[in-house]
T-cell receptor
């Protein structure tokens, strides 16, 4: 069975602070994909990043960076110099590639990030 | 703008009504999904269609009936729903191994 754990239910920081959202996953598959999605109050889930299980390189995109550590089954997300517009619920998710078809995403419970001005 | 379009955005229905949610994508994706999301909870997978065939049904009650008329369209037919079925229903599509593209969702209220 697959499982994604986001232990931080809610994080509140002041604008311009750096913040890290934690994600720990469990899977027996050797091939899998990890994702981060952002869900603003409007409701739409916005794709942020995909990382496959064979690529442990960290990635930076503007103020966003991701740290994938296969040894600890973690895929953490850091926002540098946070802004009010970053306020949203962030979901970490695991996608299993069974090879036989399209499998769905298993989501963590989400972290509600509040950036205060 | 999202490339997955869901209609209607809001729906209110009684427990005896029959209604449908619609989803459309023109990205050529072979997989389409229905997710249900309750307030302050993560999305939960309901159905997956792959090449227009139902590949996953996550033990969803029969009052929810999915349909995939063609590779671009996905419907969710609703009948005899319960108030606890009130939620945000999200449609998504993907190439099968990549990221899912989500629509803005249909917010359903069952009275």
């Amino acid at each position: 069975a697959q499982k994604v754990t986001q232990a931080q239910t809610e994080i509140s920081v002041v604008e311009k602070e750096d913040v890290t959202l934690d994600c720990v996953y469990e899977t027996r598959d050797t091939t899998y994909y990890l994702f981060w999605y952002k869900q603003p109050p409007s409701g739409e889930l916005v794709f942020l990043i995909r990382r496959n299980s064979f690529d442990e390189q960290n990635e930076i995109s503007g103020r966003y960076s991701w740290n994938f550590q296969k040894s600890t089954s973690s895929f953490n997300f850091t926002i540098t110099a946070s802004q009010v517009v970053d306020s949203a619920v962030y979901f970490c998710a695991l996608f299993r590639n069974s090879g036989g078809g399209a499998d769905g995403l298993t989501f963590g419970k989400g972290t509600h990030l509040i950036i205060q001005p | 703008d999202t490339e997955v379009t869901q209609t209607p955005k809001h729906l209110v229905m009684g427990m005896t009504n029959k209604k449908s949610l619609k989803c459309e994508q023109h990205m050529g994706h072979r997989a389409m999904y229905w997710y249900k999301q309750k307030a302050k909870k993560p999305p939960e997978l309901m159905f997956v269609y792959s090449y227009e065939k139902l590949s996953i049904n996550e033990s969803v009650p029969s009052r929810f009936s999915p349909e995939c008329p063609n590779s671009s369209l996905l419907n969710l037919h609703l009948h005899a729903l319960q108030p606890e079925d009130s939620a945000l229903y999200l449609c998504a599509s993907s190439v099968g191994t990549g990221e899912l593209f989500f629509g803005e969702g249909s917010r359903l209220t069952v009275l």
